[in-house]
């Protein structure tokens, strides 16, 4: 028998292991009495649950030809995660306009089709627009520009 | 009359002019994003959620049920004008609204759309409040065992929203359950899962997973899509139904808005069941059923008025027993614990206004929708032509502004892109990432009531079936994973036959 890489047998490892991760990291929460149930009772409860599942999907996956995983979009996934994460890394220190043109720029470099002028008149427009949006509507106390 | 009297005030609160400005404010974003390819009300609600926090109660769950109205809405808008459903509960609505609209009746198609939902809505806003009352009563009786079994039940019974296979979908709202025990524990202060992240302390904000997830992961998805052949209908001339279509509309969307009122109150049932079934049930008694699939305007109507007049009626769960029937009754949920109110049986007696001004304001979101989106249409339209390489920048920017102003923390948003690849990885693992925060919303109140429940059976678990209301919602639990399991075992045969074949 060949073993199928498909998405019932990720997802089913996926499900075992934040499973069985939750119970070791979850090892030393006190359990309590059925009667005084403790912090540990309930999340060893859910997390056997998961196990058990994900042990299901994996042991299925063997027998019922399942669908195979489609194609990773890796350009976009990439561009638009470093895009957002930069942001949460350095709106802080380099200031709202810094980080919201780096989310633009980059989220737009996803897409082959690039093109400098259209992608830098978007930035000022969105960046403008939408923070002065959030700076005045909602008085949001972010600060536009890098604190030193 | 008692009903007549709380309509009375729920009019004056909705109607008070700032409500009156979120309600439009609400519904006239909701179908501007609502519009936009690849995003339903769930992800549209997500993205809004930061701009309600700052408003009172009141205008705050007034303005989300009108976003929620006109996120809906705009799906149907899509679903008839590019064939693209925004939302599954409008899937229905593109097989005989778009050829409608290929045939140059694009107009008359929206028109109805908009008439049926406007009738179910008005419809709909009457039997939540004859209803609702009666529920939340009853459902103050209700002890900890019984909600217990009441969420297990809306849980499992939620799987009917996620399309796919039923094990994916169960392991994801354990997975949310999971999520929703970090931070704190209540009773022993001791900090679970927080991986020594003082901000953990409170658990993750589920606007941070919605926003994640239904916002950054889904941008990620549509990207990863290739542009799709779109057929762009311009012509939505005549749009106002003549009194020949009007009459060919109003018992098919009477039909509909009945069936999708019972359907929604059903947890897990929601607007997509609802359209589905008022779309078959048109289909079986029409004299002629060829013409469904090639332009019947029934085949728009009935569903249509069902989604809507289902997707009212999901509230009467929400406000009288505290239980989200649908994800976005779970960020209904979620925003009024943002301030402070918990959504239950006590919520109509002390929160009258801000219950009875949802009530009135579900009338008037109808209302706004009919008045603004019948002269927007070409509007709307024209915004769907908007490329998307200028939309989804706009809608990251959003999201990462959104989840840092929820409590001014940045790390919440390295949290949301998280999330973000989390939601991507999910849909290319075919898994529905709508139960996960359905679990999450719902595990801490699980684990709660269980807790109470074993607390004062002295840690029999006999509590639960001896209880009658709890063993009626364990026992209809029961029945849901079998109705759910058995065609999948049946199926899963086919598939194994089919291999051998090969």
Redesign the interface.
């Given at each position: 028998m060949r073993i199928r890489i498909t998405?019932?047998l990720?997802?089913g490892i996926?499900?075992v292991s934040?499973g069985l991760f939750?119970i070791g990291?979850?090892w030393n929460?006190?359990l309590g009495?059925?009667?005084?149930?403790?912090?540990g009772y309930?999340?060893l409860l859910?997390?056997s649950?998961?196990v058990l599942?994900?042990l299901?999907?994996v042991i299925?996956s063997f027998?019922?030809?399942g669908?195979r995983?489609?194609a990773?979009?890796l350009r976009?996934?990439l561009a638009?995660?470093l895009?957002?994460?930069l942001?949460?890394?350095l709106?802080?220190k380099a200031g709202?306009i810094i980080?919201?043109v780096l989310?633009?720029v980059l989220?737009?470099l996803?897409?082959r089709?690039f093109r400098p002028l259209e992608v830098a008149i978007?930035?000022v427009v969105?960046?403008g627009f939408?923070?002065s949006l959030?700076w005045f509507?909602?008085s949001?106390?972010?600060h536009p520009f890098p604190q030193w | 009359m008692d009903v007549l009297s709380n309509l009375a005030l729920g009019f004056s609160v909705a109607l008070e002019p700032i409500n009156l400005l979120y309600a439009f404010l609400g519904v006239l974003l909701g179908t501007a994003i609502g519009v936009l390819p690849g995003l339903g009300p769930v992800a549209t609600i997500s993205i809004l959620l930061p701009v309600t926090f700052t408003l009172q109660p009141q205008s705050a769950i007034i303005m989300l049920a009108g976003i929620y109205y006109g996120a809906a809405y705009g799906g149907s808008t899509t679903a008839i004008l590019v064939n693209l459903p925004g939302e599954s509960s409008s899937v229905v609505t593109t097989i005989d609204g778009y050829q409608m609209a290929r045939q140059g009746k694009a107009g008359l198609a929206l028109a109805t759309a908009a008439l049926s939902s406007f009738m179910a809505g008005t419809i709909a806003t009457f039997i939540i409040a004859f209803a609702a009352p009666v529920l939340a009563e009853f459902a103050l009786d209700f002890g900890p065992a019984d909600y217990f079994s009441l969420m297990v039940f809306g849980l499992v019974a939620a799987v009917i929203l996620a399309h796919g296979s039923v094990v994916k979908a169960i392991g994801m709202i354990l997975v949310g359950v999971l999520l929703g025990t970090m931070g704190i524990d209540v009773n022993s202060s001791l900090p679970r899962f927080t991986f020594g992240v003082p901000q953990f302390g409170d658990g993750i904000d589920f606007a941070v997973i919605a926003m994640g997830i239904f916002g950054i992961g889904e941008t990620i998805s549509n990207l990863g899509r290739t542009e799709g052949e779109r057929e762009f209908v311009k012509d939505y001339k005549g749009l106002w139904p003549s009194p020949r279509d009007l009459k060919a509309i109003v018992k098919p969307a009477l039909r509909g808005t009945f069936l999708g009122a019972a359907l929604g109150i059903l947890p897990g049932g929601g607007p997509v069941l609802a359209s589905f079934s008022a779309y078959a049930l048109e289909k079986k008694i029409a004299k002629d059923p060829s013409r469904f699939g090639r332009g019947a305007i029934e085949g728009v109507a009935s569903p249509e008025a069902a989604n809507n007049s289902a997707s009212q009626t999901a509230f009467i769960p929400l406000l009288t027993l505290g239980l989200p029937a649908s994800p976005v009754m779970a960020l209904m949920v979620g925003a009024l614990m943002m301030h402070g109110l918990y959504a239950g049986p006590q919520l109509i007696a002390e929160k009258p206004e801000l219950f009875w001004g949802l009530v009135a304001s579900m009338w008037i979101g109808n209302f706004l929708l009919v008045v603004l989106n019948l002269p927007l249409v070409g509007f709307w339209a024209r915004l769907l032509t908007v490329p998307y390489r200028l939309l989804y920048p706009s809608i990251l920017l959003i999201c990462c502004i959104g989840v840092f102003s929820i409590r001014n923390d940045a790390l919440d948003v390295i949290v949301a892109s998280v999330f973000g690849l989390v939601g991507y990885v999910l849909t290319r693992l075919q898994c529905e990432p709508a139960p996960l925060l359905l679990g999450f919303i719902l595990g801490p109140l699980i684990e709660e009531n269980l807790r109470r429940a074993l607390l004062i059976s002295h840690g029999s678990p006999s509590v639960f079936v001896e209880r009658p209301i709890s063993l009626v919602f364990l026992i209809l639990t029961a029945l849901v994973v079998l109705v759910l399991v058995l065609p999948a075992i049946r199926s899963g045969r086919e598939k194994v036959f089919a291999e051998e074949a090969n």
């Amino acid at each position: 028998m060949r073993i199928r890489i498909t998405t019932d047998l990720v997802t089913g490892i996926l499900f075992v292991s934040l499973g069985l991760f939750a119970i070791g990291y979850g090892w030393n929460y006190p359990l309590g009495t059925p009667q005084r149930i403790g912090p540990g009772y309930f999340p060893l409860l859910v997390s056997s649950g998961l196990v058990l599942l994900g042990l299901i999907l994996v042991i299925r996956s063997f027998f019922i030809a399942g669908d195979r995983i489609e194609a990773i979009a890796l350009r976009p996934l990439l561009a638009v995660l470093l895009g957002t994460l930069l942001f949460g890394i350095l709106v802080e220190k380099a200031g709202f306009i810094i980080s919201a043109v780096l989310v633009v720029v980059l989220a737009r470099l996803s897409d082959r089709d690039f093109r400098p002028l259209e992608v830098a008149i978007l930035a000022v427009v969105l960046v403008g627009f939408i923070g002065s949006l959030f700076w005045f509507g909602l008085s949001l106390p972010l600060h536009p520009f890098p604190q030193w | 009359m008692d009903v007549l009297s709380n309509l009375a005030l729920g009019f004056s609160v909705a109607l008070e002019p700032i409500n009156l400005l979120y309600a439009f404010l609400g519904v006239l974003l909701g179908t501007a994003i609502g519009v936009l390819p690849g995003l339903g009300p769930v992800a549209t609600i997500s993205i809004l959620l930061p701009v309600t926090f700052t408003l009172q109660p009141q205008s705050a769950i007034i303005m989300l049920a009108g976003i929620y109205y006109g996120a809906a809405y705009g799906g149907s808008t899509t679903a008839i004008l590019v064939n693209l459903p925004g939302e599954s509960s409008s899937v229905v609505t593109t097989i005989d609204g778009y050829q409608m609209a290929r045939q140059g009746k694009a107009g008359l198609a929206l028109a109805t759309a908009a008439l049926s939902s406007f009738m179910a809505g008005t419809i709909a806003t009457f039997i939540i409040a004859f209803a609702a009352p009666v529920l939340a009563e009853f459902a103050l009786d209700f002890g900890p065992a019984d909600y217990f079994s009441l969420m297990v039940f809306g849980l499992v019974a939620a799987v009917i929203l996620a399309h796919g296979s039923v094990v994916k979908a169960i392991g994801m709202i354990l997975v949310g359950v999971l999520l929703g025990t970090m931070g704190i524990d209540v009773n022993s202060s001791l900090p679970r899962f927080t991986f020594g992240v003082p901000q953990f302390g409170d658990g993750i904000d589920f606007a941070v997973i919605a926003m994640g997830i239904f916002g950054i992961g889904e941008t990620i998805s549509n990207l990863g899509r290739t542009e799709g052949e779109r057929e762009f209908v311009k012509d939505y001339k005549g749009l106002w139904p003549s009194p020949r279509d009007l009459k060919a509309i109003v018992k098919p969307a009477l039909r509909g808005t009945f069936l999708g009122a019972a359907l929604g109150i059903l947890p897990g049932g929601g607007p997509v069941l609802a359209s589905f079934s008022a779309y078959a049930l048109e289909k079986k008694i029409a004299k002629d059923p060829s013409r469904f699939g090639r332009g019947a305007i029934e085949g728009v109507a009935s569903p249509e008025a069902a989604n809507n007049s289902a997707s009212q009626t999901a509230f009467i769960p929400l406000l009288t027993l505290g239980l989200p029937a649908s994800p976005v009754m779970a960020l209904m949920v979620g925003a009024l614990m943002m301030h402070g109110l918990y959504a239950g049986p006590q919520l109509i007696a002390e929160k009258p206004e801000l219950f009875w001004g949802l009530v009135a304001s579900m009338w008037i979101g109808n209302f706004l929708l009919v008045v603004l989106n019948l002269p927007l249409v070409g509007f709307w339209a024209r915004l769907l032509t908007v490329p998307y390489r200028l939309l989804y920048p706009s809608i990251l920017l959003i999201c990462c502004i959104g989840v840092f102003s929820i409590r001014n923390d940045a790390l919440d948003v390295i949290v949301a892109s998280v999330f973000g690849l989390v939601g991507y990885v999910l849909t290319r693992l075919q898994c529905e990432p709508a139960p996960l925060l359905l679990g999450f919303i719902l595990g801490p109140l699980i684990e709660e009531n269980l807790r109470r429940a074993l607390l004062i059976s002295h840690g029999s678990p006999s509590v639960f079936v001896e209880r009658p209301i709890s063993l009626v919602f364990l026992i209809l639990t029961a029945l849901v994973v079998l109705v759910l399991v058995l065609p999948a075992i049946r199926s899963g045969r086919e598939k194994v036959f089919a291999e051998e074949a090969n």
